[in-house]
């Protein structure tokens, strides 16, 4: 075990300084697949994500700046605001003749609290250099703080806008993690945890996704024919997302791609800068030890 | 020494080829991951906004709070909370909290600090003193009153019922303070 | 109606979209098109300050065609009592009723609201309820004209959509189903706030609807312990437990006096006298061991008028408040009229704050909104600014808006200084009665007498505060103890003190003979033993949860339970099943604690002149009131009338279209006030209509909330939403500053235009609104124009509560110079 082997070395600490953020350790047994469905047709729009997010992850507040965007002042997920809520307001849509009551009242201010999408086939994992972006044993695509070299590759990479480089104390990349500290703990996600009307739903991804289908089918039952799911299927970047929606209008609406594409088709494969870069890092690593003889 | 060097470092290289390979790279950090939380001592509290009455799990370690979330019992919330209420963490640990008395003596302009026990004995001689001057034993027609109009409070919705009980008894009881308000009146 | 849940409650909200889900209608009535509309089946806008028309026009329906719940109605309600024959309808006398003097502009002899009585005091009946002077024949005669098409008129509501709402109502009560009402400030900050309450009492009492699981009016309360400041009350006219303020006006000099007139000599108020002997006992102690009670009520202070938070504004304006004191309240930026506000603290010789933030009203003395220029060498006020303890920094108890008391646990000392006010009003206490400790004046034996010692036995283990006084002993006073053993041993030993005292069960023990001390009498039964706190019970089992928390009174989750079974005592259906008569144990049972005589039938009569609860048949559930009906119509008790009535808001672009009178005779204007200078009717200065309202991401004023990053990001400052035919209209764009003015002043937002505003079509006028969150002032991390700065002071008056969510505004573009 290489764990024992780099604890037993009486190698320089300088050594170890380098390479123990690279050192392989044993994976984690693996987990049921984990994710979020968020389902936007009982959201209230309060934020409390948006808040027990921050709070959770001890992330620094936003610049206060009233955008006039609707009642959404944070505007979009940043490397520190890993929960955001939209506001769509559709008032005075055209009336459609019924007697009975609608589900929802025509008028529509559509609330929808957006977080990563935790993709099967994660392009910004695929673009990291680095290992940084792993998938974790309850796969989730989580970003290792301590690997990370902020050298931003994933966030030209995810087409959802989601990941980002913390410019002003970590220089790395960050992005929700799903709480995995909670996850290890067996504790729910900060948001979904505080979601007063379980808006934001956690849980075990395909159980998850089988509620998502119940619940499209009886909105529509209800009358509310828009409704649909949004990275539900597998074929959504070859995989679906393990973090999914249900949608009241067109995914533009909301600002998600209807076909989300994968650049990295464009990218020299993450792969290979990954051997460059433990080839170089290991021949300097012999040339430091031979010299130290 | 040389032989362990070089073993390790053909280790370390054959680890670094499977980095980006379908293997996980997992860091230390992320094995060893875990909540805050864990092992954190919870106190039952509840949330300080609104009167719905969300209950607070309040997390402590080492003398300070480190994390406040909904109580996942509560009937009432069932662990939920809106922003306000996750923000409590924010509201009690905040570098913008008054943490000394401050003063501000008449037509000053600026405040200055004082001691608690200062302040609330030159508080005590102003109620004295206001309420000496202002009482009222029994109106010009003789009906009986017993009160003074000269101090008045405000407050108590945001208190705690305790508090609430001990303000009316002091105040009205023993001062015989008639306005005594608070925000139900709002 | 009158509530924005989903933003001011969110997590309530969270089970109405629950029961949404489950099949329930949501509708509501609102100005303001919010988050709680979104999620609604149907969103109404309604013109602020029409609620009693829209009410009215379903009383009205509910009447002519016999839709309402007939044996509920006619058990449990008062419609079939008869009012005296000299009574006189506000469809009689063009929007008064018979009684007012026009000179003082009260009520002054409310006799002929009265019923009809027989020879022992009894009300009359007509079970058949067609006496033409029936409650419910008077009811039809009133809202005659409360038609839909006067709710188009008035409200600016559609006919079909006020219909949808009347048939999902009456679709959805009954045996089978039932419809809860919520309100909030929506109505109670309007001049004739509580007989909207009234008329939506009416619309549930019709409806069957009080008194059962799934039903009810519940009013959200807006702050963490608002319910239980009223219960256990910092209120001017309150003594705990609902017993009134003694009053210098009324002949309440001696205990027996008060007694004779706040009490009842029918129903549950017939037990004042042992409620008001025992606060006088946890109070004065010893001092109240006299035989009548007298000595230590006399020391109780007396109130010569209206002493609410407004008028002792006003007061302090004067210069007639010397010293104030301010616990977590900000006056300055919070209450309406705010600029006044601000003068009136400039008036005062001395001035305590306690606060966790420098608030407005602690930082008045050199600076206002806008920069406005504030000279402190002109301002004699002495400040004292002390910093408090956060809610996760003391113990103690919250009463929620359901009437649950939960007790919280202390988790961490407060920073420094920083204390909790319990701290702060014993240690000032204490410290008031060694200054006084000397006087034998009478004025000053009140506060020596005052039983004050609250200490803990020891100090709290791992706290830098020695001297934290004990919450938990107070709780034991205000639950109650036994003082001696028995009435025969008063003034024998042993007597008990607060902290050796037995604890008191309920308030059924509580004795009027002074063997008992009890701080709040609703609370009887929180803390019944040593070591059994239930405000801090946290079992959530069972239907309802009975061990979460405490619900006063005698932990009752449902008021008026009874209610919830027919006259027999069966429930009016398995769906609705919740407190039923058990006929072999011969006595009530349910899943809730019973709201009623455990052991009174169903089918008990009183006999004639049968007083106390003797005098309540075993088919009126509503113990409080002498007939123990659910009153349709008020025989006394308001100040503005026993039904309610259209008036328009103070300020209104409108005529009142249902009679002359234009607004409540009642209210109390302030007219001489010049810095409360009102709109009149249709001014064409102010020609649009403005309400306020709370968001999802700020608390009040902001005193909670604008210190916290997190928060203010996500609601940044003040904006005004308007329509965008209002924005066109005024050359308005989208995200523009603009200025918004009243005669109190002027104030300025970001213009947020949304189509969620839309103008209303009244009497065949455009009527444009606007709306306004009130979150914000000068202090804090995040500032803005403090919105209360618009509103004027008119008071409603039952509860002398301010009309801040409908009065009359001009906007333009552009900002404060």
Not at chain 1, 206 to 226: F, I, M, N, W
Not at chain 3, 330 to 339: E, I, K, L, M, Q
Not at chain 3, 677 to 705: F, K, Q
Request: net charge neutral; with cysteine.
């Amino acid at each position: 075990m290489i764990v024992e082997t780099s604890q037993r070395t009486t190698s320089p600490e300088l050594v170890q300084n380098i390479v123990s953020p690279l050192l392989k350790q044993p994976v984690p047994p693996m987990q049921p697949a984990m994710g979020f469905f968020t389902d936007t047709s009982i959201c209230i729009g309060c934020k409390a994500c948006e808040v027990a997010c921050k709070q959770w992850n001890e992330l620094p507040a936003n610049e206060a700046h009233w955008s006039g965007t609707s009642y959404d002042n944070t505007r979009q997920l940043s490397a520190t605001t890993w929960r955001h809520v939209q506001f769509i307001e559709q008032i005075g849509r055209e009336r459609p003749q019924i007697s009975t009551l609608p589900f929802f009242n025509n008028d529509r201010w559509l609330m929808h609290s957006d977080v990563c999408k935790h993709c099967a086939n994660a392009p910004c994992q695929e673009a990291c250099p680095t290992g940084a972006i792993i998938r974790t044993e309850f796969d989730t695509v989580y970003v290792q703080q301590d690997i990370c070299n902020g050298c931003g590759y994933c966030v030209v990479a995810c087409p959802f806008g989601v990941i980002a480089r913390d410019e002003h104390a970590s220089h790395t990349a960050r992005k929700c993690t799903l709480c995995y500290d909670r996850m290890k703990d067996g504790i729910e996600p900060a948001c979904a945890k505080a979601c007063p009307t379980d808006s934001i739903q956690y849980g075990e991804v395909e159980q998850l996704k089988a509620l998502a289908r119940e619940r499209v089918g009886l909105l529509h039952e209800r009358g509310v024919s828009e409704a649909r799911l949004y990275g539900v299927d597998d074929n959504m970047l070859d995989g679906g997302l393990n973090s999914f929606f249900l949608l009241l209008d067109e995914p533009a609406v909301y600002n998600l791609p209807q076909n989300p594409s994968r650049p990295s088709n464009n990218v020299v494969p993450a792969s290979l800068w990954s051997i460059v870069t433990a080839l170089v890092l290991s021949l300097l690593g012999i040339f430091f030890f031979s010299n130290n003889k | 020494m040389q032989k362990e060097q070089i073993s390790l470092s053909q280790t370390i290289i054959s680890q670094m080829m499977q980095i980006g390979s379908s293997v996980q790279p997992f860091s230390k950090e992320s094995r060893e991951k875990t909540s805050r939380i864990h092992n954190a001592k919870v106190v039952h509290s509840v949330c300080p906004y609104c009167a719905v009455g969300c209950s607070l799990d309040v997390y402590v370690k080492d003398g300070r709070v480190i994390d406040i979330e909904g109580n996942a019992d509560s009937p009432i919330n069932r662990g939920t909370l809106c922003p306000k209420g996750s923000a409590t963490f924010q509201y009690t640990v905040n570098p913008s909290r008054l943490t000394q008395v401050l003063y501000r003596a008449p037509y000053s302009d600026h405040w200055e600090v004082k001691s608690l026990d200062w302040a609330v004995e030159q508080i005590a001689q102003r109620v004295k003193k206001t309420r000496d001057e202002t009482f009222v034993q029994s109106l010009p027609d003789g009906r009986e009153v017993n009160h003074t109009l000269g101090i008045a409070t405000l407050g108590g919705a945001t208190l705690d019922i305790e508090e609430n009980y001990v303000i009316k008894k002091l105040f009205s009881g023993g001062l015989g303070v008639v306005s005594i308000e608070n925000q139900a009146r709002i | 109606m009158g509530s924005n849940m989903a933003e001011a409650h969110p997590v309530a909200f969270a089970n109405v979209v629950k029961a949404k889900e489950r099949g329930a209608k949501v509708i509501h009535v609102d100005p303001h098109y919010s988050r709680t509309s979104a999620l609604a089946n149907l969103h109404i806008p309604i013109r602020a300050g029409s609620d009693i028309v829209f009410l009215g026009a379903i009383i009205r329906y509910l009447l002519e065609n016999n839709a309402y719940f007939h044996d509920y109605v006619l058990h449990y309600t008062n419609a079939a009592t008869l009012i005296r024959e000299d009574y006189r309808d506000s469809e009689d006398l063009d929007g008064l009723f018979s009684g007012f003097d026009p000179e003082t502009g009260v009520y002054s002899d409310q006799s002929s609201w009265d019923y009809q009585r027989d020879a022992n005091g009894q009300p009359l009946t007509d079970p058949s309820m067609q006496h033409p002077r029936c409650v419910l024949q008077i009811l039809r005669r009133h809202f005659a004209r409360y038609t839909p098409e006067m709710v188009e008129h008035v409200c600016g509501v559609p006919h079909e959509q006020w219909a949808q709402v009347m048939d999902t109502l009456i679709e959805n009560s009954g045996r089978e189903r039932t419809t809860a009402l919520c309100y909030a400030v929506g109505w109670t900050q309007q001049s004739k706030g509580v007989q909207i309450i009234r008329a939506g009492t009416i619309v549930q009492l019709l409806l069957g609807n009080i008194g059962r699981p799934g039903g009810g009016i519940m009013a959200l309360r807006g702050h963490a312990s608002i319910q239980g400041s009223t219960d256990v009350p910092t209120l001017y006219d309150l003594l705990s437990g609902y017993m009134p303020q003694p009053s210098a006006q009324l002949p309440q000099q001696t205990l027996a006096q008060y007694i004779a007139t706040a009490g009842q000599k029918t129903g549950w108020w017939s037990h004042l006298p042992v409620y008001i002997r025992s606060l006088l006992k946890a109070w004065y102690g010893k001092a109240a061991d006299e035989q009548d009670g007298n000595c230590s009520y006399r020391w109780l202070p007396k109130i010569t008028g209206d002493h609410s938070h407004l008028v002792t504004s006003y007061a302090m304006l004067d210069g007639k408040v010397r010293g104030y004191f301010l616990f977590g309240q900000n006056p300055a930026a919070g209450s309406s009229s705010a600029r006044m506000q601000r003068k009136a603290l400039e008036q005062l010789d001395w001035l305590v704050v306690r606060d966790l933030y420098e608030v407005e009203s602690a930082a008045f003395w050199y600076k206002g909104p806008h920069g406005d220029a504030v000279d402190p060498s002109k301002i004699k006020t002495e400040v004292f600014l002390l910093p408090a303890a956060a809610s996760t920094e003391k113990e103690g108890s919250f009463t929620n808006t359901q009437r649950v008391i939960q007790w919280r646990d202390k988790a961490v000392d407060p920073p420094a200084d920083a204390r909790s006010d319990l701290w702060f009003v014993y240690h000032l206490g204490k410290r008031l009665k060694e200054l006084y400790a000397t006087s034998r004046k009478r004025q000053d034996q009140a506060l020596l007498a005052l039983t004050w010692d609250y200490q803990r036995e020891e100090p709290e283990t791992n706290s830098y505060i020695l001297d934290e006084p004990d919450a938990l002993l107070v709780l034991k006073e205000i639950n109650g103890y036994y003082v001696h053993p028995s009435a025969h041993t008063i003034g024998r030993r042993p007597t008990y003190t607060l902290r050796d005292a037995p604890h008191i069960a309920g308030f059924a023990a509580l004795k009027a003979d002074g063997s008992t001390a009890c701080g709040s009498w609703i609370y009887s039964g929180v803390y019944p033993e040593p070591g059994n706190n239930r405000a801090a019970s946290r079992i959530a089992a069972g239907y309802p949860p009975l061990q979460w928390g405490y619900a006063w009174p005698a932990n009752r989750r449902i008021l008026y339970n009874r209610a919830s079974a027919d006259p027999q005592g069966r429930p009016w259906s398995d769906r609705k099943k919740y407190i039923w008569w058990d006929e072999q144990q011969k006595q009530w049972t349910g899943y809730d604690v019973p709201d009623f005589p455990l052991s009174k039938a169903p089918d008990y009569i009183p006999p004639p002149g049968a007083t106390g609860m003797d005098a309540i048949s075993g088919n009126s559930p509503f113990i409080m009131q002498p007939d123990g009906k659910g009153w349709l119509f008020a025989p006394k008790g308001l100040k503005d009338g026993p039904l309610p009535t259209h008036y328009e808001a103070v300020e209104s672009p409108v005529h009142n279209a249902m009679y002359h009178q234009q607004s409540n005779p009642t209210a109390k204007y302030f007219k001489d006030r010049p810095d409360n200078r009102l709109v009149t009717v249709a001014d064409a200065n102010y020609p649009i209509v403005i309400t306020t309202y709370r968001l999802t991401e700020h608390h009040v004023s902001g005193a909670m909330t604008r210190w916290l990053p997190w928060l203010n990001a996500l609601q940044p400052t003040l904006f005004a939403e308007l329509s965008p035919e209002l924005a066109t209209e005024r050359k308005i764009k989208h995200g523009d500053w603009i200025v918004i003015s009243t005669p109190r002043g002027e104030i300025e937002a970001r213009a947020m235009v949304t189509r969620r505003v839309r103008p209303l079509r009244i009497n065949e006028h455009v009527v444009h609104q606007i709306g306004l969150p009130f979150h914000w002032g000068f202090q804090g991390k995040a500032t803005g124009s403090i919105t209360n700065d618009l509103a004027h002071t008119v008071l409603e008056p039952n509860v002398s509560i301010q009309e801040a969510k409908a009065f009359m505004c001009n906007v333009r573009s552009g900002r404060l110079a």
